[in-house]
């Protein structure tokens, strides 16, 4: 499976971006689908997860009630809706794929985007 994200850029704080992730190579609809985040210096994070069901849906305390993840299986692309940014969010973001959610949330996924970088100024 390949996974291409877009929509990062710089914002600010307060504002809002989406984030897109384009699969190819497998049906949207099998898969489980998340984001996580690398921040300057920092290790790689967890941020959401969409299990391939589509009505679970999972996210980090801190961005829970900001940020939503969502699917749109005939566009075969997922999506990073992502509001009230604080300068905290800043870090490049990665789209990921996988059979199993526990997996994901660990990542310990073989599929991972090139990642898109998010910007909030204070």
């Known amino acids: 499976v390949q996974l291409v994200e877009s929509g990062g850029g710089l914002v600010q704080a307060g504002g809002s971006l989406r984030l897109s992730c384009v699969v190819s190579?497998?049906?949207?609809?099998?898969?489980?689908m998340g984001w996580f985040r690398q921040p300057p210096g920092k290790e790689r994070e967890f941020v959401a997860a969409?299990?391939?069901?589509?009505?679970?849906?999972y996210y980090a305390a801190s961005v829970k009630g900001r940020f939503t993840i969502y699917r749109d299986n005939a566009k075969n692309s997922v999506y990073l809706q992502m509001n009230s940014l604080k300068p905290e969010d800043t870090a490049t973001y990665y789209c990921?794929?996988?059979?199993?959610?526990?997996?994901?949330?660990?990542?310990?996924?073989?599929?991972w985007g090139q990642g898109t970088h998010v910007t909030v100024s204070s």
């Open positions: 969409n299990h391939w069901k589509g009505y679970e849906k």
């Open positions: 990921v794929a996988d059979d199993d959610v526990e997996r994901l949330y660990f990542g310990r996924s073989d599929a």
């Open positions: 190579g497998r049906i949207l609809s099998s898969l489980t």
